[in-house]
């Protein structure tokens, strides 16, 4: 079992940056895919980004590429979503999640952090 939970969500203007982090639990962290999605009002979840169990590759969805950068520690047991230049349709709750890579897709999920852009 692996636990997520996310910090760092806030009110930022737009055009700001934020960081928000997501701390796991477990021996085997290192060895998941971890992912950013999130979730505004009214709208589905949809992703953000991911980065492999080495951290050598990264996707991102196409609304957040070249403004956000996902990172992670394997030795802290964290990955990180920096975001620069956010826009007000940015605002959403923020979540983490774990892929073990049993091909079920992400198998973990964090409670959430809330991020909110202000025109």
């Known amino acids: 079992q692996v636990q997520l939970v996310e910090s760092g969500g806030g009110l930022v203007q737009a055009g700001g940056s934020l960081r928000v982090s997501c701390a796991a639990s477990?021996?085997?962290?290192?060895?998941?895919?971890m992912g950013w999605f999130r979730q505004a009002p009214g709208k589905e979840r949809e992703f953000v980004a991911s980065?492999?169990?080495?951290?050598?590759?990264?996707y991102y969805a196409d609304s957040v590429k070249g403004r956000f950068i996902i990172s992670r520690d394997n030795a802290k047991n964290m990955v990180y979503l920096q975001m620069n230049s956010l826009k007000p349709e940015d605002t959403a709750v923020y979540y983490c999640?774990?892929?073990?890579?049993?091909?079920?897709?992400?198998?973990?999920w964090g409670q959430g952090t809330q991020v909110t852009v202000s025109s």
């Open positions: 999640a774990a892929d073990r890579g049993t091909g079920n897709g992400y198998d973990y």
């Open positions: 477990g021996e085997t962290f290192s060895r998941y895919v």
């Open positions: 980065i492999t169990s080495g951290g050598l590759t990264r």
